[in-house]
C-alpha cells in the first residue's frame, strides 16, 4: 500500500512539473498555490517539493504571460 502511494505521489509531482512549464505555468502557479492552501495538511509531507514546484514555475513565469493574464482577466487587474 505504501508502494503505491509514494508512486501515486511520484506521479502527481512529476505532472506538476509537466504543468509547471511552458504556456501553462500562469494558471498552473495560481491553481497551484491555491490547492496548497486550501489541502495544506494533505501537501504537508511533501510540503517542501510542492514549493520547490511554485519557485521553479515563477521563474518560467514572463511579463507578457502575466500582461495577457490581466488583459484577459480586467477584474483581477484592478
Known sequence: M???????DHYFMQMYEELSIGPYSLYFYLQFSKEIIKHAESFHPIMDECLE????TLKNISDSDIEMFLYYN???SI
Do not use: C, E, T
Open 53 to 56: 514546484i511554485m519557485r521553479n
Open 74 to 76: 480586467p477584474d483581477i
Open 2 to 8: 505504501f508502494g503505491k502511494k509514494s508512486a501515486l
